[in-house]
């Protein structure tokens, strides 16, 4: 078996999930071919760092991210920190030829992300985007639906991806909601719903955005009787158009009162149509036109497909029928990006999507401070 040393750019929340699908991967897939190895973990402090490493095992705890991306006993640099990070992070994995597994966004902005994008020649590793959405079977099985035809020519959709988690004033200004950091909402969820829907429709032509700061200051994280200003948006909604025509909205929300995790989406064609109902990953809902409709109703209607935890092999922990949670998305994902680089093929979303990713995180927030179309 061929074991792949890793090295962790931070272990806060999205760090201790990347750190549960490497050790977890034995469960999962019933495969000998390879591994990972958790070496190394880079945190701000020395002191989180150690205790991270204790945690899985690792051998090193770092607080300079090239003790990582510059060791030659790393084969795979997994970037979990903050956006703002991740542009010199990567710059560095790249140079040294790494195989890179990169939490979203790619970086905190545009520019930042253009250096990515002139460095994709001269780079020769495997790298994936963590966008887990994609990997639950529902998701996988509408896409393969849409590819089949048999929704017929798109004529509109909506897709939504909402939390509460800043809907109450009282939360303090962590990185998240600082733009300073590459927070916001466009960057945290927007970018997910985003993908997600450009994965089963395809390109996007144009778009129009509108997004809002629901309240423009909040407490510091560390004084909470201390009030700062707030620079990076709540909630987003966008209107996008595909190439045909066909029009759509996409929404993404932190200020979602009541909402969890919430990722939806409705896409209407000629032929038929399908749905993803909120906090519902285990059922897709499709509706064939074709299916008669006499007598009295026939068979046509909404069919709920159970996709479950239906991957194909070497997947199959731990039951087909259980219901999906969160976290097997991320399994499947980190197991997507490990399978390639073992076989040396291409996975995907790269980073060569995440730059395209970032591009429409642009788009959006050039619509959104210009209140017009934008083409894409």
């Known amino acids: 078996m061929k074991i792949y040393n890793v090295g962790i750019l931070g272990f806060g929340f999205i760090g201790k999930v990347h750190?549960?699908?490497?050790?977890?991967?034995?469960?999962?897939?019933?495969?000998?071919?390879?591994?990972?190895?958790?070496?190394?973990?880079?945190?701000?402090?020395?002191?989180?760092?150690?205790?991270?490493?204790?945690?899985?095992?690792?051998?090193?705890?770092?607080?300079?991210?090239?003790?990582?991306?510059?060791?030659p006993d790393i084969?795979?640099?997994?970037?979990?920190?903050?956006?703002?990070?991740?542009c010199e992070e990567l710059l560095s994995a790249m140079r040294h030829q790494k195989h890179i597994y990169c939490d979203k966004p790619l970086?905190?902005?545009?520019?930042e992300a253009l250096k990515i994008q002139a460095a994709l020649p001269d780079y020769h590793g495997i790298s994936q985007m963590t966008l887990q959405n994609r990997f639950f079977p529902v998701t996988l099985r509408a896409k393969q639906i849409i590819d089949?035809?048999?929704?017929?020519?798109?004529?509109?959709f909506r897709a939504s991806y909402l939390h509460s988690g800043s809907s109450d004033p009282?939360?303090?200004?962590?990185?998240?909601?600082?733009?300073?950091?590459?927070?916001?909402?466009?960057a945290d969820l927007g970018v997910h719903i985003l993908d997600l829907m450009h994965f089963l429709l395809g390109e996007f032509s144009e778009l129009n955005a509108m997004t809002r700061i629901a309240y423009p200051q909040r407490p510091s994280l560390?004084?909470?009787?201390?009030?700062?200003?707030?620079?990076?948006?709540?909630?987003?909604?966008?209107?996008?158009?595909?190439?045909?025509?066909?029009?759509?909205?996409?929404?993404?929300?932190?200020?979602?009162?009541?909402?969890?995790?919430e990722v939806s989406f409705e896409i209407y064609g000629n032929k038929g149509a399908l749905k993803l109902l909120p906090m519902e990953l285990h059922r897709l809902y499709y509706y064939d036109c074709s299916a008669s409709g006499a007598?009295?109703?026939?068979?046509?209607?909404?069919?709920?497909?159970?996709?479950?935890?239906?991957?194909?092999?070497?997947?199959?922990?731990?039951?087909?029928?259980?219901?999906?949670?969160?976290?097997?998305g991320h399994q499947q994902c980190m197991y997507n990006f490990l399978s390639a680089v073992h076989n040396r093929q291409p996975a995907g979303p790269d980073l060569a999507h995440g730059v395209y990713l970032q591009k429409l995180l642009e788009k959006?927030?050039?619509?959104?401070?210009?209140?017009?179309?934008v083409s894409i």
């Open 19 to 71: 750190a549960f699908a490497h050790l977890n991967l034995p469960l999962f897939f019933a495969q000998q071919e390879f591994a990972t190895r958790i070496k190394a973990v880079c945190t701000s402090r020395l002191e989180t760092a150690s205790l991270g490493a204790a945690q899985v095992g690792a051998d090193l705890a770092v607080t300079d991210y090239r003790a990582i991306t510059e060791n």
């Open 107 to 111: 970086t905190a902005t545009w520019q």
């Open 148 to 156: 089949e035809g048999r929704l017929g020519k798109i004529l509109e």
């Open 295 to 328: 007598p009295l109703g026939g068979l046509r209607g909404w069919t709920a497909i159970d996709c479950g935890q239906r991957y194909d092999p070497p997947a199959g922990f731990p039951t087909p029928k259980a219901p999906i949670g969160w976290l097997r």
């Open 222 to 261: 560390e004084d909470p009787q201390k009030l700062l200003t707030v620079d990076a948006e709540d909630n987003m909604l966008v209107t996008v158009r595909l190439p045909d025509g066909a029009i759509g909205s996409i929404s993404a929300s932190k200020i979602a009162t009541g909402c969890e995790d």
């Open 170 to 186: 009282a939360t303090p200004l962590k990185w998240k909601l600082s733009g300073a950091a590459g927070g916001g909402v466009v």
């Open 75 to 86: 084969d795979i640099v997994d970037i979990c920190t903050p956006n703002h990070l991740h």
């Open 364 to 373: 959006v927030k050039v619509s959104a401070a210009s209140r017009q179309w």
